[in-house]
């Protein structure tokens, strides 16, 4: 105590405070917001945390409408070949990316001679686990690349005469090529099909991919034949086409199904 007023009264200490404080910038900012804060209403900390909530949710809500947007704007490349174009543009972003992740994996492993589904199963097993997704989340997303990645095979694409306006391919050569694919990819599907649900999962996967509206013309008129292949295959099961049947639509509810509706 008897420093600190020692130090008040001395002039060589008190006279360059005064000075500093009456140059210093932050000084003016001070003295502009004294009256703000003069009259600022004192907030509890109950209504701090709901503001805070508040703004997290604004945040969150103009993060989904700029995703909405953007899913929307990319509604015309959705349905390409090559992409994986069997899911609809309205898919939530997490299944979008999900779905994006899993294409990465199964492209990755498709590499010609090398090409192991069972590693492919693995990593995608892990990405679920990851991503905390279920069995026919992976069946939805493992389908539509399968079936891109064979519309876009050289054996496929060098059958047919597109760029001269004739079809995409020749049917028997499609047909050939999908048992070929989906013999080869089997193990990479099995792990996913464990019950009655993901063999359901199976089914409206293939029927969703063939009533795309850029794909119905080509693609549903064979919708059966490959069905039949991955019934062959034990991808596909009578309780499974039949459960697909009573189910009324293709994924998310579109109606536009291919197999004969039971009412």
Known sequence: MLLLTALAASPTIVLPLQHLLATSSATGVLEAALPH?????????????????????KKAADAAAAAGAAAVGGAGTAGSPGSSAGAPAALPPAIAAFRKGVEDIVRGRDNGATLNPKNAALEVKSFKYAENR???????????????????????????????????????????????????????????RLDAQEELAVVVALETYCTAPDRKAVFAPLFGIMLHVLYDLELATDVAIGGASWQGGTERGSGAGLLPRRL
């Open 37 to 57: 804060l003069s009259s600022a209403p004192l907030r509890t900390r109950a209504e701090l945390a709901a503001a805070e909530e508040a703004a997290a949710a």
């Open 134 to 192: 279920s069995l026919e989340d992976c069946i939805h997303a493992i389908m539509p690349v399968l079936l891109d990645m064979l519309a876009t095979s050289p054996a496929v694409t060098a059958s047919g005469n597109a760029s001269g306006g004739g079809p995409a391919f020749k049917t028997p050569v499609y047909l050939k090529e999908f048992k070929r694919c989906f013999e080869a990819w089997t193990p990479l599907l099995m792990p996913f």
